[in-house]
């Protein structure tokens, strides 16, 4: 009996053993794939905020060259108002014929609306650069993306403006 409690006693111990040693492995694999999982969700949110920068960099970068465009349009079309080849009103006609939403217009520095509809007087402040021979691009979430350019009009100092609402944006500024 003595002989039977002493093998029982050591596959007792032997089996404390396995479990024991079954539990350091498992710890031990447990803590390398904890670390691994760290160390790659890490990698992951590195890459994908590199992504994002690189997307927002395009995107800012397609966007600027849209808003270059617009005030090179602007510019051009405030030369040909400078020297009297169209009139005021048939600009504005036919550049927002096809664009629901787009207006333009012509105001002078006091305010008075020579052409077009007029502004708000809260976004006209904003645009106050444009009298100081500045071009400016100016978003306003009541208004909507405004572009002005200078203009000497009837012997005044003008802003040659154009303002899409959200909704002519969405149709218009893609990236």
Known sequence: MEK???????????????????????????????CAYHKIDNEIKDS????????????????????EQEIYQLQTAVAFLENEKVPPDEMIAVATMHIPGKTLGIIAEDGEILEGKGL?????????????????VNYRR????????????QNRKCMFYEC?????????FKA
């Open 4 to 34: 039977i409690m002493k093998k029982i006693s050591a596959l007792h111990w032997s089996l404390f053993g396995i479990v024991t040693e079954f539990l350091i492995c498992t710890v031990i694999v447990g803590f390398v794939t904890f």
């Open 48 to 67: 994908l905020c590199e992504s994002v920068v690189r997307q927002s960099k395009t995107i800012a970068f397609g966007l600027n060259q849209q808003f």
């Open 164 to 172: 899409y609402n959200d909704e002519a944006l969405k149709h218009t």
């Open 120 to 136: 708000p007087p809260e976004v006209f402040q904003s645009l106050a650069d444009v009298f100081k021979g500045e071009n400016v």
């Open 142 to 153: 009541d208004s909507g993306l405004l572009f002005a350019v200078p203009l000497s009009f």
